[in-house]
């Protein structure tokens, strides 16, 4: 008598795998090769054109210039959360996890719309704004507020099971010695969480960089102003520009690709070392 959950027939076994392939190929594989096809069917030059073309280059720019402000701040953000949530006990901690998750289950486009009714024209802060000369909607400030909030879980989702798991052990015995508190951190808690914060460090900056909901609220659209890549693929696609847009397009997917690739390195450096504990 079989037992367990691998002793199905050989039958069994083909038709489960025979179903995720074919899922596979279905959803992933096939749309990611018609994106690369599609970008090459003018050929290598037209494909080259369409990314040194200006717009498209102010939108690659615009994209690592968002990036590379809310990943950092989600940084500091996220090994915040996780050390006050794992390491104090303190009234309304259940309530800081909460707001954490917040961004999972609120719809992109709705958090863009909140910053337009926060810090719009018509919006509570608005005229204050206008008054002080200071833009926020349809400029970069806005599309950074958008994507900081849309992907500040992601780093601190990361940490946070990793450092209740660890406990308090470490810092408390480096305390002891006489560590201040930062090198405490540095030396202690670091070490073990380096591993873990570089896999949300990766997911926040895919998602950071392939935001459209939300940015595209609070950009304006303004060509080659406020334009991220997402938001210029889209503009080309409604065109009819299709080679420039999947072309543009093939640069996410690359992105998306060398996440995944990251993704499984980092892993198999868990599986490996033991869940980020850094030996």
């Not at 950092?72 to 309304?92: E, L, M, Q």
């Not at 998750?101 to 919006?123: E, H, K, M, N, T």
């Not at 909030?149 to 992601?154: A, D, E, M």
């Not at 930062?182 to 900056?205: D, K, S």
């Amino acid at each position: 008598m079989r037992n367990g959950a691998t002793s199905e027939s050989r039958l069994a076994r083909a038709v489960i795998m025979a179903i995720g392939l074919g899922f596979f190929g279905l959803f992933l594989l096939m749309p990611l090769l018609v994106v690369f096809a599609q970008a090459l069917a003018g050929g290598i030059g037209a494909y080259l054109d369409a990314i040194v073309e200006p717009d498209a280059l102010a939108a690659i720019r615009l994209t690592l210039l968002v990036a590379a402000i809310s990943v950092p701040a989600n940084i500091v953000f996220g090994i915040a959360a996780a050390w006050a949530i794992t390491k104090f006990d303190f009234p309304g901690k259940s309530i800081l996890i909460t707001f954490i998750d917040l961004p999972f289950s609120v719809s992109p486009v709705v958090s863009g719309l909140i910053y337009v009714l926060l810090f719009g024209a018509q919006g509570w802060l608005g005229p204050w704004l206008a008054e002080h000369d200071i833009q926020i909607i349809f400029a970069v400030p806005g599309m950074v507020l958008a994507t900081i909030f849309v992907t500040f879980p992601f780093v601190a989702r990361e940490l946070i099971p990793l450092m209740a798991e660890q406990g308090r052990d470490d810092e408390e015995a480096a305390l002891s010695l006489g560590a201040t508190g930062w090198q405490t951190f540095w030396h202690a808690t670091l070490p073990n969480i380096r591993w873990g914060l570089l896999y949300g460090v990766l997911l926040c900056n895919a998602r950071a960089m392939g935001e459209f909901g939300a940015v595209s609220v609070v950009s304006g659209h303004i060509r080659g102003e406020t334009n991220t890549m997402p938001l210029h693929v889209e503009i080309l696609y409604n065109e009819y520009n299709f080679i420039a847009a999947f072309a543009v397009a093939s640069l996410l997917a690359l992105l998306a690709l060398v996440t995944l690739v990251l993704k499984s390195l980092l892993e198999w450096r868990y599986d490996y070392h033991g869940k980020g504990t850094g030996h």
